[in-house]
């Protein structure tokens, strides 16, 4: 297939941009390019992530059938447990629900679900 763009980069919505890319920076072993309150970004392999602030932001729920998800992360681990326990030392937060066993979703410090899960 023909390709008509390249992912430039991919931006979030959040809170705390600042706060959002120092715990992505630690949990992806990425870079911290640009940081003030309105918008911060992270680089690393691949296309960089930008986290900007919009005022009254308000997380998805989760889990929450009557207004999905907007997005989510999936990122590679190598062992569940351990990447777990890492992501909820930097901030993260796990939900009482969690459907499957090869995934964890996890709660960035902005309420933003994200996977961690094991490569197929």
């Given at each position: 297939?023909?390709?008509?763009?390249?992912?430039?980069?991919l931006?979030?919505?959040?809170?705390?941009?600042?706060?959002?890319?120092?715990?992505?920076?630690?949990?992806?072993?990425?870079?911290?390019?640009h940081?003030?309150?309105?918008?911060?970004?992270?680089?690393?392999?691949?296309?960089?992530?930008?986290?900007?602030?919009?005022?009254?932001?308000?997380?998805?729920?989760?889990?929450?059938?009557?207004?999905?998800?907007?997005?989510?992360?999936?990122?590679?681990?190598?062992?569940?447990?351990?990447?777990?326990?890492?992501?909820?030392?930097?901030?993260?937060?796990?939900?009482?629900?969690?459907?499957?066993?090869?995934?964890?979703?996890?709660?960035d410090?902005?309420?933003?679900?994200?996977?961690?899960?094991l490569?197929?």
């Amino acid at each position: 297939m023909t390709e008509i763009a390249k992912l430039a980069m991919l931006n979030l919505d959040c809170a705390n941009p600042a706060r959002e890319a120092e715990f992505y920076a630690q949990v992806l072993g990425w870079e911290v390019t640009h940081a003030q309150d309105e918008y911060a970004m992270i680089s690393g392999p691949g296309a960089p992530i930008g986290f900007g602030r919009m005022d009254g932001y308000q997380p998805p729920k989760w889990p929450d059938p009557e207004n999905g998800k907007r997005f989510h992360l999936d990122l590679h681990v190598a062992d569940l447990d351990k990447a777990e326990q890492q992501c909820l030392e930097l901030g993260a937060t796990k939900p009482d629900f969690q459907p499957g066993e090869r995934w964890r979703v996890l709660l960035d410090p902005d309420g933003q679900p994200f996977c961690i899960c094991l490569p197929s």
